[in-house]
């Protein structure tokens, strides 16, 4: 493990008189700690303990706290002259919690991307299942009877016993933590104190709790308890128990909720939550069994082949959309179960795969763990315990799944490889997929990278052989894929009052016409939700920039209000310009509010839904919405890229793409790979049934490239110019980067900073340096952002420089390998 320079390995701040110095290398461990310390810890195991295990937990002192690390395997560096190293207080395990090679999997990906390991630990592991270090100590029946021992360990226990449970916190500050440790051992050992194992391994399943009235609300005992008497009557009403949030909605506070409960006019229910995967899965629906094509049994054959000679393999799968790749991954799936192994199934967001979860569970029962972070930390910890005791076959989520703690993991699937999603855009700035090869090549498992549009990395790694490529040509069966249609807007007339302009284009309109008429289904995407990107004063062109961010932010009628994308900040929508006292305010642009009420106005008859991250964010979320459209109860679906998204309904034949330029102007060097993706991506949502779909695309710029190779849906040629592109300017897949950005609240201060990270690596071999330059969005939640982008051909060189520029004494956020340079 390398660690910034001047960053010491010492056990925590703290030195207390109670640690032991000690030369005795043998009884050193290093401990991987869930905090943002910037390396491992050292501590020290007492010579009458055994040596605990790599990939063990325990509990140790940090500073003031006690937290619960994992032993990490190998000897730790020594430890700098004069530090004073600190004991492990308990050894949580006897057999190794998690392996090695996970272990060692956290502390290589927090080395390459410059992270504290502690970061990755805190991504990859539920809190719950670090936090025995603050378990609390409880007597045995034991204790109770027994004699007292002696001294400090006789203290502990009575402390224990008189309390009835206590932590070592606590019985620090009462007794001292002098050894302390060694006490609590000596207890533990002879079985009269315990920690409560529901503490130690937090794996209950999950439990809704609901409410129950038992009283009545004509109670004397609530006569002046107006509040408590109007929610007893709220639930006799109701004649069913009703959950916390059910009440709450009602009116009902927790705190009133308690006190009926206490005076046992309401019982507290607790009931096991039913599986979680019904939640995120479209409803069950009945399908024939699916024969493979020659295309897919080829390619499930070449990943069964590399399943059964074992070791590590990798593949791209290049399927155009709905040529069935879903299938490939269940059957592999299905292979590598088959072989005693399990598998990882990664998704770009699990509220936009309700689709290939229903199928997943149709093929794979309870036999498969959702892990994703809309669950409960106790969800949470139940899923990934049954994983790692082996009670799971398969582990489906997004990003963070890549870390399912599967004993004998044999197969890791990412489906939509292309997704920049799993990419982390906050600290740990890790991405999924070099993890997943990473882990497949230390687990000796198959990595299959599922996609339509391959990501300009994994195409040249295809091109160079480094990637084997199975590819799926065409949709299975007489199906034919979209045609696709360009919509010139430079020839339309826009709206009076639309500034020129165009949201639908005559032909789209007639094309959608066309599918309603036939009883068939349309998709609309318009990328920007809310009503209108901007709110502008007619006489004096004030535009509302969030203060914070300095851009404009987004009118959205839902709440009459203005909301910056970028912070979440918002304000009501003003009656008068605040500059020039105009009451002329005019939203300018399409968002999807807007698009809905076009939609009503064109097409009055035609139910719809909308789903765009607003839409998500309500009750019943994405599932609700697309579930909605594949019953048909929704004929038109209208949203942001999230209607783009993978999605497979049969009926829908019609699809249009109102701004295929709005990615295009992004100052990003990938974005005329987005919109190539985008574009064909949704090309793919159409025409999977038993009738050919349409697609429109609206565009101004018909020549351009990206839209042209979309149209064409030609994956080839695209790539073939990108890559040119790529080449000739140094960019990835031909180059490694490195972004880092200082910020700053004045802007010179930010610019120096990164002046001096700039002639701080500028002596480094083998590296090309664009910047500092403001960033693209200059300004972020009041702060100034300025970047230097580190481009290397050499992945050390690239290291060499990140960890000079970590170790500054204005050492920037570091983003290796960035998915957005924004
Ligand atoms: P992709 O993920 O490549 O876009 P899907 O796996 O969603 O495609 O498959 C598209 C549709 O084709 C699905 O409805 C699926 O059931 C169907 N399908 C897949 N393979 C076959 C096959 N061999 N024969 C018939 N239908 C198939
Ligand atoms: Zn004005
Ligand atoms: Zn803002």
Request: proline residues 8%; positive net charge; hydrophobic residues 45%.
């Amino acid at each position: 493990m390398t660690r910034p320079p001047g960053s010491s390995r010492t056990s925590g701040p703290a030195r207390r008189p109670d640690t032991v110095t000690s030369d005795d290398v043998a009884r050193r461990i290093a401990v991987l700690l869930p905090t943002g310390f910037p390396g491992l810890a050292t501590y020290l195991i007492p010579s009458e303990q055994p040596l605990p295990p790599a990939g063990a937990r325990v509990a140790v002192p940090f500073g003031p706290r006690l937290l619960t690390g994992l032993v990490v395997p190998g000897e730790p560096d020594p430890a700098p002259e004069g530090t004073v190293l600190r004991e492990v207080l308990t050894v949580l395990d006897e057999e190794p919690f998690l392996s090695e090679s996970f272990v060692g999997l956290l502390t290589r990906a927090a080395d390459y991307y410059f992270a504290p390991p502690g970061e990755l630990l805190r991504a990859a592991v539920p809190a719950r299942l670090l936090a025995a270090g603050t378990a609390a100590y409880v007597p045995t029946s034991r204790a109770v009877g027994a004699h007292p021992p002696e001294g400090l360990t006789g203290a502990v226990l009575t402390e224990v016993l008189t309390s009835g449970r206590a932590t070592a916190l606590e019985l620090g500050e009462r007794l001292g933590s002098r050894g302390l440790g060694k006490a609590i051992r000596l207890l533990l050992d002879a079985g009269l104190v315990r920690i409560p194992s529901e503490e130690l391994r937090a794996a209950r399943p999950p439990t809704t709790r609901s409410f129950a009235a038992r009283g009545s609300a004509d109670d004397p005992r609530l006569a002046r308890r107006p509040g408590q008497r109007k929610a007893l009557a709220t639930l006799a009403a109701l004649g069913r128990p009703a959950s916390g949030a059910e009440l709450r909605a009602a009116g009902v506070s927790a705190g009133t909720l308690a006190a009926l409960a206490k005076q046992s006019l309401v019982a507290v229910v607790e009931e096991e939550r039913p599986a979680d995967a019904a939640a995120h899965a479209l409803p069950a629906r009945a399908t024939a069994p699916i024969e493979p094509t020659a295309a897919q049994r080829a390619a499930i054959d070449a990943v069964a082949e590399a399943l059964e000679r074992g070791g590590e393999a990798r593949f791209l799968l290049d399927g155009v959309t709905g040529s069935g790749k879903t299938e490939v991954y269940l059957a592999a799936l299905e292979r590598a179960i088959a072989l005693g192994r399990q598998g990882i199934l990664l998704v770009p967001e699990i509220a936009l795969a309700p689709g290939l979860i229903r199928r997943v569970v149709a093929r794979f029962g309870s036999r498969v763990a959702l892990l994703h972070s809309g669950l409960s930390d106790g969800e949470r910890s139940a899923a990934w315990e049954r994983g790692r005791r082996g009670e799971v076959d398969a582990v489906v989520g997004p990003r963070s799944a890549v870390f399912a703690p599967l004993p004998r993991l044999g197969l890791i699937v990412v489906d939509e490889a292309h997704e920049s999603s799993y990419k982390q855009a906050e600290a740990p700035r890790y991405d999924s997929r070099t993890v997943a090869r990473v882990r497949a090549h230390g687990e000796g498992a198959v990595l299959l990278l599922g996609t339509a549009t391959p990501s300009m990395e994994d195409e040249q790694a295809a091109r160079d052989g480094r990637l084997p490529r199975l590819v799926l040509p065409a949709r299975p069966g007489s199906r034919e894929r979209a045609r696709v249609e360009v919509v010139d807007l430079r020839g339309e007339a826009a709206r009076p009052g639309d500034h020129g302009r165009v949201l639908f284009a005559a032909r789209t309109v007639e094309l959608l016409r066309g599918a309603f008429e036939r009883g068939e289904q349309a998709i609309v995407l318009l990328n920007r939700r809310g009503f209108s990107p901007a709110l502008l004063c007619r006489s004096c062109g004030h535009d509302f920039r969030c203060a914070s961010c300095s851009v404009a932010r987004t009118y959205h009628r839902r709440g009459e209000r203005l909301l910056c994308h970028y912070c979440g900040d918002f304000v009501p929508r003003p009656r008068a310009c605040p500059s020039c006292g105009s009451e002329v305010l005019m939203p300018v642009g399409f968002g999807t509010e807007r698009l809905a009420e076009r939609f009503e106005e064109l097409f009055p008859e035609v139910p719809y839904a909308v789903l765009d991250r607003d839409a998500a964010a309500r009750r019943g979320g994405a599932v609700r919405v697309l579930a909605d459209f594949e019953s048909g109860a929704a004929q038109a679906l209208l949203g942001t890229q999230m209607v783009a998204k993978g999605h497979d309904f049969p009926n829908a034949t019609v699809l249009a793409v109102l701004d295929a330029d709005a990615l295009l102007s992004f100052p990003d060097f990938r974005s005329a790979e987005r919109t190539f993706q985008l574009v064909t991506q949704a090309a793919g949502r159409v025409g999977r049934g038993e009738r050919p779909g349409i697609v429109a695309v609206q565009t101004a710029r018909p020549e351009h490239e990206a839209i042209a190779a979309a149209v064409a849906q030609d994956h080839a040629s695209f790539a073939e110019g990108e890559l040119r592109f790529r080449r000739a300017f140094g960019y990835p897949p031909f180059s490694h980067l490195l972004l880092a950005l200082w910020t700053a609240r004045e802007l010179p201060e930010a610019e120096a900073a990164a002046r001096a990270g700039r002639v701080a690596i500028a002596g480094l071999p083998k590296l090309r340096l664009l910047g500092p330059a403001p960033a693209p969005l200059e300004r972020l939640k009041g702060l100034y952002r300025v970047q230097l982008l580190v481009r290397s051909d050499s992945r050390e060189a690239l290291a060499a420089a990140g960890e000079l520029l970590r170790s500054l004494p204005e050492p920037p956020r570091l983003d290796r390998d960035p998915q957005s340079l924004l």
